[in-house]
């Protein structure tokens, strides 16, 4: 693990990456690195992520600024901006249930080749997939999901990436963490190794890469 | 009583201590106001959270503790805090004991239909897939008509949620469980006569020689 100050870590990411986002309407999402990467104006950015949040939060305020090309979520419902980006064609979404779209992400951070489930089995989402019968039971075979960064939100972070994370803040942080080329991290907390013991550790060190300096 | 509160009530009744429950947001979000008194419920938030408890009192929200739909909640004592593929897990796995949605229609097979009506509103799936997939029962909460025009319906129109039955739906007017794979007339709301419910809906429905009222 690397300390990064806010303006270097997202200087790293070029236009067009493909970056996986922490956070369930908001609540788990970074915002400092949200914030930056709208003063940074990065286009055609391919954001995977539960949802959309609402404008002005979290991954809002990307899809406000005209920061996204492509949306890979569960649901965005509670974004109009996405819904109307949507339907004249700036933006596309595509949508996958949350069960789903959070197993693929782990198949790819766990080295498998993808999942096998029931969800969507005779609905609109099994169209282009393969069927695999299992002891008499059909499933859908869903592929991984990687991307080039994960932005993770954390409560605390040791001096060696070590995280924890709080409450319903947790959602899809730690599962993308071990999805993406390059994790970069934005801790609540900075705090010395030793604080969080090993069997509270979530996320383990060697996994981040950078870590969001305060100041 | 109001059409919600009918509804919320009724499934309350479905409620048992030590039950794994998920409430959908909307109608299903009410019945937690009416849990029986001496049963003990443990409600799973899908954001990661079992034990979730009341809207906290003014000044004292966490702000990293919040339920599906971003609102502030509390947890309460004995909760636990997972991340997502844990919580699709609980949902998938057979581990949860019923899940309350919300419908735009369901068919006389007892298929829901609740996340999408094409062209208009595309919101996303979010958990309902899952949860309709792998709930040991499904209970649907809705009103039991939209705009005056049934939402219990030969066949749905609209975009299926699974090809999985539901267990039973709840409305102002009648509780519509599917032994068979049959709508079949359960119960009725007190006051309203079978004949009322039968106007009200598009599907086939089994009414049995008797059909009890709800105790609400």
Not at chain 2, 179 to 184: K, M
């Amino acid at each position: 693990m690397q300390p990064i100050n806010l303006e270097n870590a997202v200087a790293m990411i070029p236009d067009g990456a493909s970056l996986m986002i922490g956070g369930f309407m908001g609540v788990g999402t970074p915002e400092r690195l949200m914030d930056e990467l709208v003063r940074q104006g990065k286009r055609r950015l391919t954001v995977i992520a539960n949802d959309n949040a609402m404008p002005g939060i979290g991954i809002g305020k990307l899809v406000a600024a005209g920061l996204v090309g492509k949306t890979i979520a569960s649901h965005v419902g509670l974004n109009p901006q996405t819904q109307r980006k949507m339907i004249d064609g700036s933006m596309q979404v595509e949508l996958v249930p949350q069960g789903t779209l959070i197993e693929r992400i782990r198949a790819a951070g766990y080295g498998l080749g993808g999942i096998l489930t029931p969800t969507g089995v005779g609905t609109l989402v099994e169209e282009g997939k393969r069927k695999i019968e299992v002891d008499g039971r059909e499933y859908l075979l869903e592929t991984p999901l990687r991307a080039d960064f994960a932005l993770v939100q954390a409560f605390l972070c040791d001096y060696l990436g070590n995280l924890v994370y709080a409450l319903t803040a947790r959602n899809f942080n730690p599962v993308i963490a071990m999805a993406a080329t390059t994790v970069i991290v934005e801790a609540e907390h900075i705090v010395p190794v030793g604080v969080i013991p090993p069997d509270h550790v979530v996320t383990p060190a060697p996994i981040v890469d950078y870590v969001i300096s305060h100041g | 009583m109001d059409a919600q509160t009918i509804i919320a009530k009724r499934i309350a009744q479905e409620l048992h201590s030590g039950m794994l429950v998920n409430l959908g947001i909307g109608i299903p979000t009410l019945v937690a106001n009416y849990v029986p008194a001496g049963t003990s419920v443990f409600f799973q938030s899908e954001n990661g959270l079992i034990g979730t408890g009341p809207v906290p009192e003014e000044g004292m929200v966490q702000r990293r503790l919040t339920d599906a739909g971003g609102r502030p909640v509390s947890a309460l004592p004995g909760a636990c805090a997972f991340d997502s593929a844990m919580s699709f897990g609980l949902i998938r796995g057979g581990h949860l004991d019923m899940t309350v949605l919300g419908g735009l229609q369901v068919d006389e097979g007892g298929h829901l239909a609740n996340w999408m009506i094409p062209g208009k509103m595309v919101p996303g799936m979010g958990g309902a897939m899952d949860l309709v997939c792998g709930a040991k029962r499904v209970v649907v909460a809705m009103q039991h008509t939209a705009k005056g025009k049934p939402k219990i319906l030969r066949k749905c129109n609209l975009p299926l949620t699974s090809v999985r039955p539901v267990d039973f739906v709840v409305t102002e007017l009648a509780v519509i469980a599917f032994p068979g794979g049959r709508a079949t007339l359960i119960e009725t709301a007190p006051g309203v006569s079978t004949e009322q419910v039968l106007a009200a809906t598009e599907a086939k429905l089994v009414v049995p020689e008797r059909v009890p009222q709800m105790h609400i």
